[in-house]
């Protein structure tokens, strides 16, 4: 059965990994497109710590400086800490020789609670689990065992705000229908070189994957990591896409592919009669070839074609002008498959502005005449 990768997506909007500089302030970054969803909006400090609005806080946190595998004796055998000043939590190791870093901190572990031990490299080390400025994690004089790992005692460990939190703020300076939001952390950056990468949805008049048009012509991959893929129906609407919106003569290895829909619009689209003939004929002709490709598909390659994705007739062409905006014209074209299912594919099209045209034209022609400074008052 034969399959394509699906093209024709709804596009999302949605800017991912947007480099951004810091301003002078050292707290202010400028994104290069409108954001519309505050709730849309990620943030990654240099490329590495991802920020919320809410900031980034840390435990208290300490590491010891000796090595293990460590002596427990009768005389270093205590551990006493006191979290957030709550009453004082002790834990007694049991007497060993040789005791490596990760059984201490498993130990630790089970007899003390609001502060997590790890170990690295048989190093001891704690973080409290809580984070913040107010969070406090104290060693008592009576923990024996601190010493022996290499750990402070009669000591107060604090947590801190390492990241300050963030805000969007609207620059007045921009348009009122899609302002610019900027990304103001709460303090100052301690990095003058800091940068971030920034996710978030922007509007669909600035949105770089589509240009607007709202629908974006890229692959995409499902959860399973696969591409997705056509078949059938689908597949049929597609290819009838393709080969309709593609202007003939636009593939240099198959300049036969595709049609005359968007050259004749734009060229006759006063003349409602004659334009609707010659879009009927052409894509009579479209179809016809379209048709074929399936069918030496079928028969001289040797590929499975479903009924569902052959196309079998023809149906009513038409067109019509928007009601609203005389510069859009809508297509309608319906085709039967070989399951006799009819398959319809409407697609407004967007002609350019009269004014924009007129510009182009004055400025060849001016430009012709060696007049190249002008300014056309409207």
């Known amino acids: 059965m034969s399959f394509d990768r699906q093209l024709d997506q709804v596009c999302t909007h949605h800017v991912v990994e947007e480099v951004l500089l ?12 409108p954001i519309s969803s505050a709730n849309s909006v990620r943030v990654r400090l240099n490329g590495e710590v991802e920020v919320p609005s809410t900031g980034v806080d840390v435990g208290a946190y300490a590491a010891g400086v000796k090595e293990g595998p460590f002596a427990i004796t009768a005389s270093n055998r205590t ?26 901190a498993d130990y630790l572990n089970r007899a003390l609670r609001g502060v997590r031990f790890t170990a690295n490299r048989n190093f001891l080390s704690f973080r409290s689990d809580f984070a913040g400025g107010d969070t406090t994690v104290y060693i008592m004089s009576s923990s024996t065992l601190a010493a022996t790992v290499g750990i402070r005692s009669n000591r107060e460990y604090r947590g801190r705000r390492a990241i300050p939190g963030w805000t969007l703020v609207n620059d007045p300076n921009t348009l009122l229908d899609r302002p610019t939001r900027l990304i103001v952390f709460d303090e100052p950056l301690k990095g003058f070189n800091d940068f971030i990468e920034a996710d978030y949805t922007t509007v ?22 696969n591409v997705v893929e056509l078949r059938d129906e689908a597949l049929l609407i597609q290819e009838l896409q393709k080969i309709v919106y593609t202007a003939r003569g636009s593939n ?19 003349a409602a009669t004659p334009v609707q003939s010659i879009i009927v004929s052409d894509i009579q002709q479209v179809f016809q070839r379209w048709q074929s490709i399936k069918t030496r598909q079928e028969q001289e390659v040797g590929q499975f074609v479903s009924d569902s994705e052959f196309p079998f007739r023809l149906g009513q062409v038409g067109i019509e002008q928007s009601a609203k ?23 407004g099209i967007r002609l350019p502005q009269p004014l924009n045209l007129l510009d182009e034209t004055l400025a060849q022609s001016l430009a012709r005449e060696g007049i190249r400074d002008f300014k056309l008052v409207k």
């Open 252 to 270: 240099p290895f198959h300049p036969w592919y595709g049609s005359m829909l968007l050259s004749v619009i734009g060229s006759r689209s006063g």
């Open 22 to 33: 810091i301003n002078n302030d050292r707290a202010t970054f400028t994104p290069l497109r």
């Open 79 to 104: 551990f006493a800490v006191s979290v957030n000043g709550g009453p004082v939590q002790t834990a007694v190791l049991p007497l060993s020789s040789r005791m490596p870093a990760l059984q201490i």
């Open 204 to 225: 669909r008049q600035e949105c770089r994957r589509c240009g607007g048009a709202n629908v974006e012509n890229d692959w995409r991959y499902g959860k399973d990591g």
């Open 325 to 347: 905006d005389p510069t859009v014209f809508f297509v309608n074209i319906e085709v039967r498959n070989r399951s006799f299912r009819p398959v319809q594919l409407t697609r």
